[in-house]
């Protein structure tokens, strides 16, 4: 059974310095993983889509990184801002079915302090 | 292009009730999936659609049901309603290829439910 963990839980950091989230999940196949963030009582906004044949994608001040062999991703941002502030959640899609079930980890909530 | 839109965003009912949702996905998108949101159990996967047919479903009882449209809508139903049903409730559009890893997905701003 797939399983999805993000570590730290929490991370408070100055504004202005770079970050990394982590993901780890427990089964190597999958079609794709994708981060997400989430604001307060929000919905999610999708951040990044690695597909399994890719090692990393990059939008603007975020990074993220694909090692399915190890069976983990990072979200690095740089710069951070008040404004990135939110939950991170990473999810994948376990290779095999014809879904688009999404498998979520447990989330980190990132304060950035001004 | 419009993103996924969910109504109503807010919802208050007392216990033994039934409610509504409804999702919009967004044009040209054919999967629709739906989650729950607690505090305590996180994101969890409620069902997914894919051209009117339900293609997966997740570990919920079946007080909750759901269907798709053929323009793609999508609505879940949850019947006798309980304390325990309170949660955010979102639902993702993608468009749904089978098995493909292109399939970015895109998510409402949820509807709010309260059990009472």
Not at chain 1, 41 to 54: E, F, P, R
Not at chain 1, 56 to 62: A, I, K, V
Not at chain 2, 93 to 111: A, D, H, L, V, W
């Amino acid at each position: 059974k797939q399983e999805v963990t993000q570590i730290p839980a929490a991370l408070s950091v100055p504004e202005g310095e770079n970050l990394v989230l982590n993901c780890s999940f427990t089964d190597s196949a999958i079609y794709n993983l994708q981060w997400f963030r989430q604001d307060p009582g929000k919905g999610l906004t999708s951040l990044l889509l690695i597909q399994s044949s890719q090692r990393e994608q990059t939008s603007g001040r975020l990074n993220a990184s694909l090692d399915k062999s190890s069976g983990r991703s990072t979200l690095y941002i740089a710069a951070s801002q008040p404004g990135d502030s939110a939950t991170y959640l990473c999810a994948v899609i376990e290779y095999g079915g014809a879904t688009n079930k999404l498998i979520f980890g447990t989330g980190t909530l990132l304060a950035v302090q001004p | 292009k419009a993103g996924v839109t969910q109504t109503p965003r807010y919802l208050i009912k007392t216990r033994g009730q039934q409610v509504t949702l409804s999702c919009s996905p967004i044009s040209g998108h054919r999967s629709v999936s739906w989650y729950q949101q607690t505090p305590g159990q996180g994101l969890q996967f409620l069902f997914e659609y894919f051209s009117e047919t339900q293609r997966n479903k997740g570990n919920f009882p079946g007080r909750f049901s759901g269907r798709q449209f053929s323009n793609s809508r999508s609505e879940m139903n949850v019947s006798t309603l309980e304390l325990g049903d309170s949660a955010l409730y979102l639902c993702a559009s993608s468009q749904g290829n089978r098995g493909s890893s292109y399939n970015e997905q895109f998510f409402g701003p949820g509807t709010r439910l309260t059990v009472l």
